[in-house]
Nanobody, 126 residues
Framework: QVQLVESGGGLVQAGGSLRVSCAASGRTANSYVKGWFRQTPGKEREFVAA????????YYADSVKGRFTISRDNAKNTVYLQMNSLKPEDTAVYYC???????????????????WGQGTQVTVAS
């Protein structure tokens, strides 16, 4: 069992930056693939970024590529999502997730993750 707690969300102006964090606890919490998804009301949860347990491979949605960076610090059991050049369309609840499989087709789908955090709200004002 893995518990995930997100933090760092908030309100930021368009063009600004924000870093959200996800602290993991539980046995072997660092051995999982970690991902970030986001969701707005009435829409399906959308893949944002993922990182393998070693950090050697990262994956990004086209909509955030070049602006967002995912990283992890296994010593702190924490994964980060650095968001730069934010746009109003980035406004959403951001969820952290942990999964077992690092296949590139699996990590971009919500079904590829077994554990989820409660989410943190990110609002980008225009």
């Amino acid at each position: 069992q893995v518990q995930l707690v997100e933090s760092g969300g908030g309100l930021v102006q368009a063009g600004g930056s924000l870093r959200v964090s996800c602290a993991a606890s539980g046995r072997t919490a660092n051995s999982y693939v970690k991902g970030w998804f986001r969701q707005t009301p009435g829409k399906e949860r959308e893949f944002v970024a993922a990182i393998t347990w070693s950090g050697s491979s990262t994956y990004y949605a086209d909509s955030v590529k070049g602006r967002f960076t995912i990283s992890r610090d296994n010593a702190k059991n924490t994964v980060y999502l650095q968001m730069n050049s934010l746009k109003p369309e980035d406004t959403a609840v951001y969820y952290c997730a942990a999964g077992f499989y690092s296949n590139s087709y699996v990590v971009i789908t919500s079904a590829g993750y077994a554990y989820w955090g409660q989410g943190t709200q990110v609002t980008v004002a225009s």
